[in-house]
């Protein structure tokens, strides 16, 4: 019974030693790539984005929600942005069917520092694809404004949620 627990002990122990955090900082080269670290994104690049930003529009409230997730590419663990929106002001945006996923198509510290991000959006009310850019303006304002997207399979023209807004976070 020693034996074993003096094992899994040292079992533990290793496991600790190589699951290893990186904070990724401007101007930090990283030279060895190394597997099973989680590459992190500066919290003072990435807390800017982070949180509820929302509009009442007509009596219907627009809310997106920007999160980090721990992604793994490729045996290395990085940050990603994702986002959820939900438009119409009876659910709730934690209820998983009413709110809708989308990632940003870029990330990194220089896209962080710039002040914008892009995403790669879906209407699901209109199953259609468009392109959203998310820019700061002030420490809780940003600008929210959809576009159109190639999208051979669908015609409708606009989407099924307003397309410009000015966001305040909550």
Do not use: H
Request: net charge positive.
């Amino acid at each position: 019974m020693k034996n074993i627990i003096f094992l899994l002990a040292i079992a533990l122990n290793i496991s600790c030693i190589t699951a290893q955090e990186v904070t990724l900082k401007k101007g930090r080269k990283i030279e060895n790539v190394k597997r099973g670290t989680y590459y992190k994104t500066d919290k003072a690049l990435l807390n800017k984005y982070l949180g509820i930003w929302s509009m009442t529009i007509n009596n219907k409230t627009f809310k997106f929600k920007i999160s980090k997730k721990k992604t793994e590419v490729d045996g290395i663990y990085i940050d990603r942005i994702a986002g959820k929106y939900y438009y119409d002001g009876k659910t709730d945006i934690y209820k998983n069917d009413s709110v809708y996923e989308c990632s940003a198509m870029e990330y990194g510290l220089d896209v962080l520092e710039k002040g914008s991000l892009r995403f790669r959006f879906w209407d699901y009310d209109y199953k259609k694809y468009g392109k959203l850019e998310f820019k700061l303006l002030q420490d809780n304002k940003a600008s929210f404004k959809l576009r159109e997207s190639y999208n051979p399979d669908n015609d409708i023209k606009g989407f099924s949620i307003p397309t410009e807004m000015i966001l305040t976070r909550n």
